[in-house]
């Protein structure tokens, strides 16, 4: 699923080709997909979470969230937030709490309603070499425990 057109999200939308050249690059490639990301939704009880930690940066990721949280629901229509860059960090640093497979994963760079499209070969069906880890879960609430154990530190 795509944010920008209905199939392609922005990082890849912006630049199709240079996307093609890095998953064609044969570097160690993980990919943290939209349709993960929104299963890490801040909910009005995590929110309260944050807010809970009585710090100023508990205050300021509550409120901000807070803001977040109403365009999300509008727009997706979903129970909260999805939060994308945080769980790339999360990743980093605790990657059990996700899982996913080593799978080939392709760009398309000239579809006419494609184009910027993340195609993840998950089942194998293309037979080409796998050339990324591509995340397919996360344990929200174990990634929801990281995040406000983290920013209780600061």
């Known amino acids: 699923m795509g944010n920008i057109t209905p199939a392609a999200e922005f990082n890849i939308h912006v630049d199709p080709e240079a996307a093609e050249i890095v998953f064609g690059s044969d ?15 801040v909910t009005r009880a995590r929110n309260e979470a944050f807010r809970g930690l009585g710090t100023p940066v508990g205050v300021a990721v509550a409120e901000m969230t807070d803001f977040f949280e109403r365009f ?4 997706y229509g979903s129970e909260g937030a999805p939060l994308h860059d945080p769980c790339v960090t999360a990743y980093l640093l605790r990657p059990e709490l996700f ?3 080593h799978i080939n994963v392709e760009i398309e760079t000239k579809g006419r309603y494609t184009a910027g499209m993340t195609v993840a070969d998950w089942w194998g ?9 591509f995340i397919g879960d996360v344990d929200a609430d ?4 990281l995040l406000t154990e983290r920013l209780a530190r600061l």
């Not at 570097?27 to 939704?41: F, S």
């Open 27 to 41: 570097v160690p490639l993980v990919v943290m997909p939209l349709d993960v990301t929104h299963k890490a939704l």
């Open 72 to 75: 999300d629901k509008a727009k």
């Open 99 to 101: 899982s996913g497979r």
């Open 125 to 133: 069906v293309t037979g080409k070499p796998a050339n990324a880890t």
């Open 142 to 145: 174990g990634f929801f425990a």
